[in-house]
């Protein structure tokens, strides 16, 4: 069974940042909607509430800490997650907002898989609350997917599977369908068969990895999940026509 998308606000005034935050995430299968600024974004919040907001803290207009305050006035937000983004490391300013009721902090610089993690974390103490609760009457019955939602389903199953070897037949039936209506509609949505797509899939989250400050080659490849460097340099260089070093290097003179 399809498990429902996260729903996200990112709330960052560096564009370049927040764009790539949202885009990972968004690769993730987190559904995402991003703002530059605070008053729009609370506009937003005014009328939707998501499972978690993640918001800079220096932020001009409205900073952090303020549409925290104003958001928290409406009871419906006391049990969201607020994540602060600070590259201000200060005991004095950390121990003010967790004072103040934000969940977590993420210090700039940082990697996007520890904001991840970060996430997936309060979102599985928040099921399991959840589901004590309110158990899904659901929970063990099997759905068939929608051409609708076949390619997200298949996208979020990619997510977990990643740094694994894929079995076909084993992703086929996580599906469930047989192997051959697996590729048949792949081939169908994406005019590409299965495993092609899975390797670009993969190839196209290391660029997000790249884009969003790693450098590290080999920790990309091991969170990829190709098998061997070399192979992932291959792939790489066919499908951007550069190597990965070329097209960090290229990121980096782009960014200067």
Do not use: W
């Amino acid at each position: 069974m399809t498990k429902q998308t996260t729903k996200l606000t990112i709330i960052e005034d560096d564009i370049v940042l927040g764009t790539t935050i949202s885009e990972i995430l968004k690769l993730n299968n987190f559904d995402v909607i991003y703002f530059k600024d605070s008053p729009e974004a609370l506009l937003y919040l005014n009328k939707n509430i998501p499972d978690i907001i993640i918001c800079d803290m220096v932020m001009p207009n409205l900073n952090g800490e303020e549409l925290f305050f104003k958001i928290r006035k409406n009871n419906k937000f006391n049990v969201i997650p607020f994540i602060m983004i600070t590259a201000n490391i200060d005991d004095d300013l950390k121990f003010k907002q967790l004072k103040n009721g934000v969940t977590d902090f993420i210090i700039k610089p940082f990697k996007v898989q520890e904001l991840i993690y970060k996430i997936n974390n309060l979102i599985f103490l928040k099921n399991n609350i959840e589901k004590k609760f309110s158990p899904d009457p659901f929970s063990k019955v099997t759905i068939r997917l929608s051409e609708k939602d076949f390619i997200t389903s298949l996208n979020e199953i990619l997510i977990q599977k990643m740094k694994t070897n894929i079995d076909m037949n084993e992703l086929a039936g996580d599906l469930a369908i047989s192997k051959s209506t697996l590729d048949k509609r792949v081939r169908k949505l994406t005019h590409k068969n299965a495993s092609q797509y899975i390797r670009e899939f993969r190839l196209d989250y290391a660029v997000k990895l790249i884009r969003s400050g790693e450098r590290n080659i080999k920790y990309i490849v091991d969170q990829t999940g190709f098998s061997s460097l070399s192979y992932f340099s291959t792939s790489f260089k066919l499908y951007l026509n550069m190597t990965p070093r070329d097209y960090i290097k290229s990121i980096e003179t782009e960014n200067n």
